[in-house]
């Protein structure tokens, strides 16, 4: 494993000197600056993403909100360097994305960041168990025998794991999804519309557990178009039109995942 994705390493910035170089010490997780994203689509460009410029540090339970189309997904990709920007700076637990090679952005998603996907991505020939246990594996995260199968009882699974996907209902492959990310330990974690395919009761359950994640070297974004979910956020960023336009506490006030209704 690279011990710079270590989450017990302190996070640096890269030197001015040269590409992948370590240099001074950065107190941000993800460090984003006038970030853009264009695609040309035949005839016409379209700009997913402004002179983005954002800064996350460990510890930060982030909610980016905004409506379809204004980048929030966008933002997600290139955090998670599923995605390169057009132009701008994107370091995230210490590593250049920006000048990264292909091998050094595998190794990145690996150990430094885990997904919660809106089309969940999980193995049609593996349990729900093997899925959550996969990621574990391919990250090399350090755990307890039987972690798989605790995360999955957390996330109200216990009686499903060793159902394949398709004998699982959307709602609960969410959750396999959702266990997936969590077990791995990565210092960032990025979730796409994770309440999406669920119940009221169900959401709030995963986005309290998603909640229990932040530490003091992890944080967790979690992108949506609910603002219901923002009021939990220690800081809400929202996006419109490819732009961030705000970016603070929860309007009125933070309130604990139990408190929220939609």
Not at 130 to 138: A, L, R, S, Y
Not at 153 to 162: A, E, K, Q
Not at 183 to 210: K, Q, R
């Amino acid at each position: 494993m690279d011990p710079t994705l270590d989450q017990s390493t302190t996070i640096h910035a890269p030197s001015s000197a040269g590409s992948g170089g370590l240099g001074r010490r950065e107190r941000s997780l993800i460090a984003l600056t006038d970030v853009s994203r264009t695609y040309v689509l035949g005839a016409s460009t379209v700009t997913a993403l402004r002179d983005v410029t954002l800064r996350v540090a460990g510890g930060e339970f982030v909610v980016v909100l905004g409506p379809s189309g204004s980048g929030k997904t966008t933002l997600l990709n290139v955090i998670g360097a599923l995605d390169t920007p057009t132009a701008g700076s994107v370091v995230v637990a210490g590593h250049d994305l920006t000048r990264a090679s292909r091998r050094e952005l595998t190794r990145f998603r690996r150990h430094a960041v885990s997904f919660i996907f809106q089309t969940f991505n999980l193995f049609p020939g593996l349990t729900a168990l093997e899925n959550v246990q996969f990621g574990i594996d391919v990250s090399l995260t350090r755990v307890e025998r039987g972690h798989a199968t605790e995360i999955l009882c957390r996330v109200g699974l216990g009686d499903r794991l060793r159902h394949f996907p398709h004998e699982l209902s959307g709602g609960e492959q969410q959750r396999v999804a959702i266990a997936r990310a969590v077990a791995t330990g990565n210092p960032l974690l990025l979730a796409d519309e994770p309440t999406g395919e669920l119940d009221f009761g169900t959401g709030v359950e995963i986005l309290a557990l998603l909640r229990e994640q932040v530490g003091e070297r992890r944080a967790v974004l979690v992108v949506t178009h609910n603002r219901e979910i923002a009021r939990a956020a220690d800081r809400v960023v929202e996006l419109s039109g490819g732009r961030i336009v705000a970016d603070g506490p929860p309007a009125g006030g933070q309130v604990p995942v139990e408190a929220l209704r939609w």
